[in-house]
């Protein structure tokens, strides 16, 4: 029995790993890009319907705390104002069905994920990871 060949993901910090990015990659890939740490902002969160508008006005820092107690949030850079979407524990990104491996707050989905990979940790390149042949 011949098993799949795993590819292994992309590197951040080797851009040999990633591959110049074209739009067909996305019907024949695994969603590696969902594996990715995923940076938003406060109108990100509002827009998913984790934030409520109301909440603008408290410190940013009081709405970090609250959604890393509901498992929401992993961190965030009080500096820059970007929060840091929580990963499953295979690295998946907290909206991403492992089973079908499509994102199930797609219509809702962070701005992040809107320009991948026009911005991103590596501008026009992505971490491609194809979707396995079937055994014969």
Known sequence: MMRPTLIAAAELDRLDTWQKYSAPMCGSCVSSCCTLPVEVKIKDLIRIGV???????????????RLQKDGIVERFNQK??????????????????????????????????????????????CAYKPKAAAPR
Do not use: W
């Open 51 to 65: 934030v409520d508008e109301f909440e603008m006005g408290d410190p940013p820092k009081n709405i970090a705390k």
């Open 80 to 125: 820059t104002g970007i929060f840091t979407l929580q990963r499953m524990s295979n690295n998946d990104c907290l909206y991403l069905d492992r089973k079908s491996r499509l994102c199930t707050i797609y219509e809702l989905r962070p701005d992040t994920c809107r320009n991948h990979p026009k911005i991103g940790p590596r501008p026009g390149y």
